[in-house]
């Protein structure tokens, strides 16, 4: 099973993107792809850029990515209650490549934050709004206090690793 993985944020440390990475690799014998948001910089997107440059490379290469993966596992950064500036403007742009962006993709949707909150905000969002571009959401989680959950590249709260590994094995 080809897995695509990412998360929604453009740190270099993202814990999100350390989560969605590290769930991914649960699906035993999973090829699977860690993006790195960075990679996909765009100018901000509006209509005026767009009939001016046509639509990024950049957006291309995440729709087409996402095209290639069996399964997503996708874990958000909350900013302010919603999605990073990084993400919401790489997915606006992806959205004029294919409107179904997920291309009905079964997806395992996380959030993380160092704090008690999870990124729960946002975590409803994408619930909430992935279904109407294609996304198959198969199960979320928020996971909150990220730091005290993993350490050294692994989950060491046994009930976060049993919830992560009961969404995975959903995929």
Request: negative net charge; charged residues 15%; aromatic residues 8%.
């Amino acid at each position: 099973m080809k897995i695509l993985a990412f998360g929604a944020s453009s740190s270099r440390q993202s814990i999100n993107k350390a989560l969605a990475g590290y769930t991914a690799n649960l699906v035993d014998g999973a090829d699977v792809t860690l993006l790195d948001l960075n990679d996909f910089e765009m100018p901000l997107f509006s209509e005026d850029v767009e009939k001016a440059s046509g639509v990024p490379a950049q957006a291309h290469a995440f729709v087409d990515a996402i095209a290639q993966a069996d399964a997503i596992v996708a874990s958000f950064a909350e900013h302010n209650g919603s999605y990073s500036a990084a993400y919401k403007n790489i997915f606006d742009w992806a959205s004029r490549v294919e409107k179904a962006v997920f291309q009905n993709k079964p997806v395992v949707v996380l959030s993380t934050s160092p704090g008690p909150g999870g990124a729960s905000s946002v975590l409803a969002q994408t619930v909430n709004s992935m279904p109407y571009f294609k996304g198959n959401v198969v199960g979320s989680l928020s996971v909150p206090n990220f730091y005290d959950v993993m350490k050294d590249g692994n989950i060491v709260d046994e009930s976060v690793k049993q919830s992560l590994s009961a969404l995975v094995a959903k995929l």
